[in-house]
């Protein structure tokens, strides 16, 4: 794969789809030829789960905690709450006041967090002799947070400005939430995790101390740990300290609504100030770790990964009606998208686009890849879990994926095999069965008069 | 500090642990091929991958002055074809390699990495020493790319960001090298030839003043017999490498830019001072600074403007340090009617730092987490030869991570105040925004004398333009 440093390739709207997608990587296999990892796994009485892989080298180590509750949680009228919960795990304890930061800061690290469809996850990345002040802080926030009206209504407006810097004032930045709305009728994935301003303003005190009893705690959590340290005494650090935290009395496994498979081919137009169309199709797929996710992840990379992907070679290279073009299925817990999806060249429309992109999967659904070509797939997701393990941080995304989400934590040692199990009729069957019309939706976007004036106006100065 | 309520648990700290300890870096060897090309071998044997990263000395900083956007322009044909392969062949052999080619331009360099699973390890030396070495800059390439950048340069014109990072530095730098866009302009993009893209090509990259580092999966023997297959036969050419000096530009009072996209709902905010090269001396104390005002932990500005007002999402502020010249830049974007507002925060901010000294725990926080995190920065192999990299392209020496704990440690508020002293200059700064002005043209003339002009036009600012500007002029909007 090819990567320029030009802006091109910097564009941050591309930038905003490809976030969707941390988790596609994260949580990609183990290899053949990848070391084997010992994952050791703890679980308390109070339900709380801990998986540990020590990793001898760098004296550092990762630590985070996931708890299950994401933005598919959310009821309509609250979207937004598990991230702006997020913001809130911050702000102070009881016991400590606001200090939470400034002991991983003290020690060199850095911690934050971010909250997906499925997962809101905090982090610590530090030197190893800090492992058990992180535990000790992990465990005051799940049990002693202080939530106040003051903190709700200052961390209300951070997120207000969160959603204006990364979705509404850069160019394309509201094209995926668009995508989404029409996408899913019922399923909760219909919305984003930032939620919408208007619920945010709603959200009151007792709304978040609520999320708070019902998701965090013990028993809807798992401590991940991977780095260079003791696993005795991090077992006894996670024994000690979250123990005293007592089981959750709320149901934390809300009924999620399935979405009902699509019937029909759907359209959306969007006229935004930007200077170049575009368009994205989403077809739906099925969820992270089902046998059809590993061909599927492997198409994606056969359409898009590198110069001699079929994608860029067609659109970007040979007829250059693109700008840039990409692909992505974007796995998650329940079942969700995979996207093309171009920014076309000036003077090339998106129809354009569309058929050149049809002409591909048409291909592949006509007869299946080549052997190289397949290889060459399966090549590039193993030096992505290759490129996973040079760092602890990269190694507790991927555990903690594995283990919350998909149930596994052995995962990270068996994932590769399933993926270099695929072979090319299996990858022809899943283009056959979710590349249809009738399970896609189609969003294009337009430059409006603002857009074009731009050009217009720039063009004549030449 | 003792803390007694009733209605609180029992006060309980973390444990207590020992401060974190500075690092010992085991310094790597560097070898040198007899065309003067320097190799750096980082060894590891854990994972099964290896990549190839070259430095060539020269980047943007030495566009043509009338074509910037020309180094970017080379590097960025380095992978679309040589005299030996076409660009879908490098594209075939690095993706079935399940590898990676990434090119590109800073400032003071330009560079090419190659990364693949180590099973390919003479390919990689072949794919890059060609690139480097042998570039076609065949004319359909070109064309190609002129087409792809100016297309680009469309879509960022509409990126406030984008926009104020690049009026910033065309005030905050004018007179010198840096103060153009790396990535051109729409006349540059379509007035650069092939044969200015030769001619840089053949000025810049030489072995002599290229920096190999080669790190993973290979040993000492392998590399060294790759490096000199592949890289051997590379010559210098006569041209003589002049450094250019940099006058800086004398006080000019402070400039504001205001940048207007009546559409925006966030205005992009900039506040900078020039500052240090790499190399100076007063690096330490000015990161320590840094750091306290808007470094990557907990900062003044973040606390300011988001913990305690919920203004900005984020808000930061960086040392941007090149070979000759440097910045000091804060930035954050706020909603649209608090621009000024926060603008106003940012410079108390600064001023406040230039008149008080910080505190004695401020001072102890900054120390501890910079030693404490060079722990973290020597983790993943990529980043240890990013590390290395930047010694020997600022010509520091190669044990300097090893002291630099001991540098950061020896500081006092003192010191820190005299830096600050030396290089914040409220009355000789840089003050940009991009934004929706009707929000807040009231109140901009709090700023100073302020230029506002329209976001179609942003590409016309300049500074000489500015001359005679009245205390509050607007362009036609």
């Known amino acids: ?462 | 500090m003792l803390w007694i309520s009733s209605q609180l648990p029992a006060r309980e700290l973390p444990p207590a642990v020992p401060p974190p300890e500075a690092i010992s870096f085991h310094l790597p060897v560097v070898q040198r091929l007899s065309n003067g090309l320097r190799i750096l071998l980082i060894e590891r044997h854990d994972v099964p991958l290896l990549t190839l990263y070259a430095i060539v000395g020269k980047g943007a900083e030495a566009d043509p002055p009338n074509l910037p956007g020309t180094a970017e322009m080379v590097a960025g044909l380095l992978p679309e074809g040589t005299k030996m392969r076409s660009a879908a062949q490098i594209a075939q052999a690095i993706d079935q390699a399940g590898g990676t080619i990434d090119t590109g331009a800073g400032w003071d360099e330009s560079y090419a990495n190659v990364s693949l699973l180590s099973d390919h390890k003479e390919l990689a030396f072949d794919l890059l020493s060609d690139m480097l070495i042998h570039p076609a800059f065949a004319p359909q390439e070109i064309e190609r790319l002129r087409r792809q950048t100016l297309s680009a340069l469309d879509i960022v014109d509409q990126d406030p960001s984008y926009i104020a990072d690049l009026v910033l530095r065309r005030f905050l730098y004018e007179g010198t090298p840096y103060a153009h866009s790396e990535d051109g302009t729409p006349e540059s993009i379509r007035h650069i030839t092939r044969k200015d893209l030769v001619r840089f090509h053949a000025r810049n990259y030489s072995p002599s003043r290229t920096i190999l580092a080669v790190v993973g999966d290979i040993t000492d023997q392998q590399c060294l017999a790759l490096a000199t297959r592949f890289f051997g036969q590379w010559r210098n050419h006569s041209s003589s490498h002049s450094e250019t000096s940099i006058r800086l530009p004398a006080p000019r009072g402070r400039r504001v830019i205001v940048i207007n996209k009546p559409d925006a709902v966030q205005t992009e905010i900039r506040v900078a001072n020039l500052a240090i090269p790499r190399s100076s001396p007063d690096y330490y104390a000015l990161t320590v600074a840094n750091q306290v005002l808007g470094g990557p932990a907990a900062n003044r500005l973040f606390d300011t403007l988001r913990t305690r007002r919920g203004l900005v999402y984020g808000a930061s502020s960086d040392l941007k340090c090149y070979s000759t010249i440097g910045a000091w830049v804060a930035k954050t974007s706020t909603r649209s009617s608090e621009s000024v507002n926060a603008t106003e925060m940012m410079l108390r901010q600064m001023k406040r730092l230039r008149t008080h000294a910080i505190s004695g725990q401020e001072l102890e926080m900054a120390q501890s987490y910079l030693v404490g995190h060079e722990a973290l920065e020597f983790e993943p192999p990529s980043q240890i030869a990013d590390r290395v990299l930047e010694l020997m392209m600022y010509h520091l020496p190669l044990d300097y991570w090893n002291h630099f704990a001991q540098h950061i440690r020896s500081l006092s508020t003192a010191d820190v105040l005299s830096a600050t002293q030396k290089y914040l200059h409220p009355n000789d700064d840089v003050i940009v925004l991009v934004g929706d002005v009707s929000a807040f043209r009231n109140k901009l003339k709090k700023l100073g004398p302020v230029r506002v002009v329209p976001i179609a036009q942003a590409d016309q600012v300049f500074p000489q333009l500015e001359k005679g500007t009245a205390a509050y002029s607007e362009s036609r909007e």
């Not at chain 1, 992180?134 to 005051?140: F, I, K, P």
């Not at chain 1, 006229?271 to 061909?295: N, R």
């Not at chain 1, 190289?372 to 994926?401: M, P, T």
């Open chain 1, 1 to 462: 794969m090819i990567r320029r440093s030009s802006i091109l390739w910097a564009w941050r709207a591309l930038g905003a789809i490809t976030f969707l997608f941390l988790f596609v990587s994260g949580s990609a296999l183990g290899a053949v030829r990848l070391p084997t990892f010992n994952i050791h796994t703890l679980e308390l009485p109070n339900g709380l789960h801990a998986v540990m892989l020590v990793r001898r080298g760098a004296p550092v180590v990762t630590v985070e905690v996931w708890y299950h509750v994401g933005a598919k949680d959310e009821q309509p009228g609250k979207t937004g709450f598990a991230h702006l919960f997020e913001h809130l795990m911050f702000d102070g304890t009881k016991t400590l006041g606001e200090h939470f930061s400034d002991y991983i800061v003290r020690a060199g690290g850095i911690d934050n967090a971010y909250t997906t469809d499925d997962a809101t996850v905090f982090w610590e990345t530090m030197p190893s002799s800090n492992l058990p002040v992180a535990l000790w802080l992990e465990a005051d926030r799940m049990r002693n947070l202080d939530i106040t009206q003051a903190t709700l209504d200052n961390e209300r407006e951070v997120v207000n400005e969160e959603r204006r810097q990364r979705f509404e004032n850069p160019p394309y930045g509201t094209v995926i939430e668009k995508l989404y709305q029409h996408a899913f009728t019922v399923s909760p994935y219909r919305h984003l995790p930032i939620g919408s301003a208007k619920d945010l303003n709603s959200a009151t005190l007792q709304d978040v101390k609520e999320f708070y009893d019902t998701y965090y705690v013990p028993n809807n959590a798992t401590v991940v740990i991977v780095g260079d340290f003791s696993l005795d005494k991090a077992k006894a650090w996670v024994k000690k300290y979250f123990s005293p935290i007592p089981h959750g009395t709320h149901s934390v496994s809300p009924d999620i609504p399935v979405e009902p498979p699509q019937t029909a081919e759907r359209v959306v137009k969007l006229d935004q100030d930007v200077a170049l169309p575009a368009f994205v199709e989403a077809y739906h797929i099925p969820a992270d770790g089902t046998p059809d996710s590993y061909p599927l992840e492997l198409v994606s990379k056969i359409l898009s990964a590198g110069d001699s992907a079929l994608i860029y070679r067609k659109l970007v290279y040979e007829r250059q009606l693109a700008l840039q073009a990409d692909s992505s299925a974007n796995f998650s817990e329940d079942p969700n998208l995979f996207f093309v999806f171009a920014v076309m060249n000036t003077g090339h429309s998106p129809a354009e686009g569309e058929a050149a992109v049809t002409s591909i999967l048409d291909r592949l659904k006509d007869r299946p890849p080549s052997e190289q070509e397949l290889q060459r797939a399966k090549n590039q997701v193993l030096f992505e879990l290759a490129q996973d393990e040079e760092s602890s941080k990269n190694l507790a995304e991927q555990l903690g994926y594995d283990a919350v989400i998909l149930k596994n934590p052995e995962l990270i040692n068996t994932e590769a095999s399933k993926f270099l199990a695929v072979t090319p009729q299996n990858i022809q069957a899943v283009m056959k069965k979710y590349f249809v019309n009738h399970n896609m939706t189609l969003l294009e976007v337009y430059p409006d008069q603002k857009g074009q004036g731009t050009l217009n106006s720039r063009g004549g100065a030449h």
